[in-house]
């Protein structure tokens, strides 16, 4: 993710995960405008490993749907944090938000939401 989207994961906690990210012009969409695509894969990567945190081991997550919400555009070349947080870890669903925020700025740019399916992942002793 680092080099295909310029995207770093820069903390994580219990229940919390900041993702930074800059936007470089090759992640425009046609009219020259960072892609939504961009917002949504920062959003999603933040949002997803939030959930991760709240899972007891043995148990995955995959995103089933995910919102994003642009407030304003992101300059090409600006750094910004996507934070999110998960507020329910279920055993079969999770939901977290997040919110992209300037670096330099703390406008909000982005918010967030999704709602993720909890499963069993397989274990290494029936490999």
């Known amino acids: ?3 295909t989207m310029n ?6 906690e219990l229940g919390r995960v900041t993702f930074a990210g800059i936007p470089e012009q090759r992640h425009a969409n046609p009219v020259g405008h960072v892609h ?3 917002y949504g894969t920062l959003l999603d990567s933040a949002m997803g490993c939030a959930v991760q945190t709240r899972l007891p081991a043995g148990r995955g997550y995959t995103t089933l749907e995910f919102k994003v919400n642009i ?3 992101v300059p090409v070349g600006m750094e910004v944090e996507a934070v ?3 507020q329910h870890a279920g055993r079969s669903t999770a939901v977290a938000r997040g ?3 300037g ?3 703390g406008k909000l740019y982005a918010t967030g ?3 993720c399916f909890v499963f069993e992942t397989a274990r290494s002793d029936q490999a």
């Not at 995207?7 to 994580?12: P, W």
Request: overall charge neutral.
């Open 113 to 115: 939401s999704t709602t």
């Open 103 to 105: 670096v330099g700025d």
């Open 1 to 3: 993710m680092r080099d």
């Open 7 to 12: 995207l770093r994961l820069v903390g994580v």
């Open 36 to 38: 939504g695509g961009w």
């Open 71 to 73: 407030t304003r555009p």
């Open 99 to 101: 919110e992209v925020r």
């Open 84 to 86: 999110a947080e998960c």
